[in-house]
């Protein structure tokens, strides 16, 4: 018998590279998440790895982040990004005897030369190295995802949609990792019945899925979500445990929100004087987060404004010790009480977004660290991950499992994706996935009647129209759509891509020269060696 814990994290950020402009704020995404989530998680496993910590922890790298990772130009715009912010460190070290926040201004300040180091120094910049080298040694688990982070259930209308999501997905991880993945981290968590089918078909073992996807099944195990189940396809589906996950990220309860962590929204960013950001910001001077916060948070309507209490990193490790104690007590007598229960080997799934850790929840980094410390002190359980699960019990008869369609996002099912400001993105790919479809089975039928030159147009044409409307599939563009700061951004970003499909279309029969696809290939120098027949059904 053995009592089984598994953090997994899920990383993110879609494909946004502008290289016509010098600062852009979408790109920023990419860049903070690097300062903020990566090298600090990267920089406390390979700490926890040398001094001889036992730990395994599950990370999904969405396919659009790893080619953004890999990128040279971006990867460059990130090195200028901490540049950038380390300028302004500077500045505010020097007048930290005015503002009364020099010591927290030279933390940053220290910390961010750190991260200077590990990037440029020891990892060249090669981050997807360096979580390789930590797989290579048994401490991470990677997961592959679907293509452009796509909501496969609401694209299962047109099943090649789906498919090209996910072999678009295993294509580059394979190419970042150079082994086939086990695991395949759905987008939004997001799950509908036919997709068992497709991911066992693409070779992968097992997925994860909302807590209520198992549980309010007509075929649900009294054990779910603490075992994993298997599809009449052969698919493991882990559950995640909601109470689990909620302890540490609940809007209302969870850690982060204790006041005497650091509060996210109080940033110079968005409250210094505009003329003193003025470089930092750039040509269009739009305020934005830097990650220089000097403020301890606090609930609503208690200490907001001038009276925020002033952060106190060491006020910050008290509430760290408490949380870490109480995840850990509260995982040891969960598995205690299921192994009470009469359930076989269980396992506790905590599934979060890796950006809660370091760039929402600023001690978050930190809280993993003393988990995984804490837990390689005691026997009654043991952090893994879902392969290493399986692989430990492979003479296991699972439970049978059928989930019902779910996802994590609002409701628990699709409605932050069908709203009335996002809905017509989804009338827009159905259209053009039908259209695609029928164009690949009929070239399929007919491409020995054609010449290798009009073979070559039309798969080059295929294989735009594919990545175009892969880019489009985005869930974040829906998301964004929701709210109005972001709102014109995704609208503009799906509009462009079903434009350039459009304007691919247009010339499949009739090739121009190729300038116009050469013009639209360069703008988006993802997935640039994607085959032509993704869309191809199988036999």
Request: hydrophobic share 40%; charged share 25%.
């Amino acid at each position: 018998m053995s009592r089984n814990c598994s953090i997994v994290l899920h990383a993110h950020v879609p494909w946004v590279r502008h290289p016509d402009v010098p600062h852009c704020l979408e790109e920023d995404w990419l860049h903070s998440a690097v300062v903020e989530t990566h090298l600090p998680l990267l920089e406390m496993l390979f700490r926890l790895r040398e001094e001889g910590v036992p730990f395994k922890l599950t990370l999904n790298l969405s396919p659009t982040l790893l080619a953004m990772l890999r990128d040279k130009l971006l990867k460059r715009r990130t090195l200028a990004y901490l540049d950038r912010t380390l300028r302004l460190c500077r500045d505010e070290v020097e007048r930290g005897d005015i503002t009364g926040y020099r010591e927290l201004a030279e933390m940053y300040e220290d910390r961010l030369h750190r991260f200077r180091e590990l990037f440029v120094d020891q990892w060249q910049g090669e981050l997807v190295h360096a979580y390789a080298d930590l797989r290579d040694s048994g401490h991470l688990e990677i997961t592959a995802s679907a293509a452009t982070h796509g909501l496969l259930p609401l694209l299962m209308r047109v099943p090649e949609a789906v498919q090209a999501q996910v072999r678009a997905g295993i294509r580059q991880y394979v190419q970042c990792f150079g082994r086939m993945p086990k695991g395949f981290w759905l987008p939004e968590c997001a799950y509908a019945p036919a997709l068992s089918q497709v991911l066992k078909q693409e070779g992968l073992d097992w997925t994860l899925v909302e807590e209520h996807a198992l549980t309010t099944s007509p075929q649900a195990s009294d054990d779910f979500p603490f075992v994993p189940g298997v599809t009449q396809d052969a698919l493991m589906i882990f559950g995640r445990d909601q109470a689990s996950s909620s302890e540490v990220w609940n809007a209302d309860e969870g850690f982060p929100g204790d006041e005497r962590y650091r509060d996210f929204m109080r940033d110079i960013g968005l409250e210094a004087p505009i003329e003193y950001l003025r470089e930092y910001l750039g040509e269009k001077g739009e305020r934005q987060f830097t990650g220089l916060k000097y403020f301890r948070s606090s609930r609503e309507g208690e200490g907001e404004g001038e009276d925020s209490a002033l952060y106190d990193p060491e006020l910050a490790s008290r509430a760290l010790e408490e949380h870490t104690v109480r995840f850990i007590s509260s995982r040891g007598a969960q598995l205690a009480a299921l192994e009470a229960r009469g359930v076989e080997n269980p396992i506790v799934v905590c599934a979060f977004d890796a950006d809660l850790f370091g760039h929402w929840w600023y001690e978050g980094t930190e809280f993993l660290e003393r988990v995984f410390r804490k837990a390689a002190t005691r026997n009654d359980l043991v952090f893994t991950t879902p392969g290493a699960y399986l692989a430990a019990h492979r003479e296991t008869a699972f439970p049978p499992a059928a989930p019902v369609s779910s996802s994590w996002g609002e409701g628990g099912y699709f409605e932050t994706w069908t709203s009335a400001e996002n809905d017509w993105v989804y009338f827009e790919i159905q259209k053009r996935s039908e259209q695609l479809a029928r164009f690949v089975k009929l070239f399929e039928e007919n491409r020995s009647d054609f010449d290798e030159k009009t073979i070559a147009h039309r798969q080059r044409c295929i294989q735009l129209l594919t990545k175009e409307l892969l880019l489009a599939q985005s869930s974040d563009w829906g998301f964004l759509m929701q709210n109005e700061p972001s709102r014109g951004y995704a609208e503009k970003r799906s509009r462009e891509h079903f434009a350039n499909f459009d304007k691919v279309w247009a010339t499949t029969l009739q090739d121009d020269g190729g300038t116009l696809l050469d013009e639209i290939e360069q703008a988006n120098p993802v997935f640039a060696d994607l085959p032509w027949n993704m869309y191809e059904p199988y036999s």
